[in-house]
């Protein structure tokens, strides 16, 4: 709990910065939930996000949370996740450079924390993200102390790879959309890089500040270890709106 409390205080900060040097500013809210199935769970599960960004001209600042309402344990705290962009320019096309912090509580005593970068590349019809990141996976002391563990509190991933490429049939200014991409990312996810994720999306722009979307992923079991990776799909529905 004390780790979210310093995150959202670094990110008000950050909006300060922001509101500081322009007055030239956007929200946008997207909500969604997601319906699916694991191989390695008998029952399906749902989770719910919710994402509120803040953009002034080119610095980008999110914050998200996501609930697994399908623990049959509910956790007081959510996962969260938190992205800073800057938007740059570089022989007349736009790059997006990203940090980002993920944690994810699995239980009260165990919790996943991931941080890394990202650059972001888009065309008319293609957007593409490289970058790296690392993981640590921690013990609580009083759990580490209790269970009398000999061994470190933290195991570390350092360097993993993180990929996108997706297509679009149209381009950005068309009211509605299909894409296809392959990645081993999302908001709250960071697969290993042998392990893709296959996304089928649709969205429709109700107005110009208002978009409805549904998408379709598919998790693979990886390339080499397809025993001990837990794979399957899930739906995902939800909204974007803009406030300007």
């Known amino acids: 709990m004390f780790l979210s409390v310093r995150i959202i205080l670094i990110m008000l900060i950050l909006l300060l910065i922001c509101m500081s040097k322009s007055v030239k500013s956007q929200f946008q809210i997207e909500l969604y939930e997601d319906i699916g199935r694991y191989n390695s769970v008998a029952s399906p599960f749902f989770k719910t996000a919710a994402m509120v960004s803040f953009q002034c001209d080119e610095y980008v600042v999110s914050i998200g949370n996501q609930w697994n309402v399908s623990k049959k344990d509910l956790i007081s705290v959510p996962d969260l996740f938190i992205n800073y962009t800057h938007k740059f320019v570089v022989f007349k096309q736009a790059i997006d450079v990203q940090a980002f912090l993920l944690y994810i509580p699995f239980t009260p005593p165990l919790y996943e924390l991931d941080w890394g970068v990202l650059a972001a590349y888009s065309l008319q019809r293609f957007r593409f993200k490289l970058g790296t990141h690392f993981r640590m996976y921690r013990i609580s002391r009083t759990a580490f102390e209790e269970n009398v563990l000999h061994h470190k509190r933290n195991i570390f991933e350092y360097f993993n790879m993180m990929y996108l490429v997706t297509y679009y049939i149209n381009r950005p200014d068309k009211r509605w959309n299909v894409g296809f991409s392959l990645t081993n990312i999302d908001h709250f ?37 397809l025993s001990v990776n837990p794979f399957g799909f899930f739906i995902r529905s939800g909204c974007v709106c803009k406030i300007q």
């Open 189 to 225: 996810m960071i697969n290993q890089e042998t392990n893709p994720v296959f996304n089928l999306q649709m969205s429709y722009d109700i107005v110009p500040t208002f978009k409805l979307f549904l998408e379709g992923w598919y998790k693979s079991a990886g390339a080499f270890n």
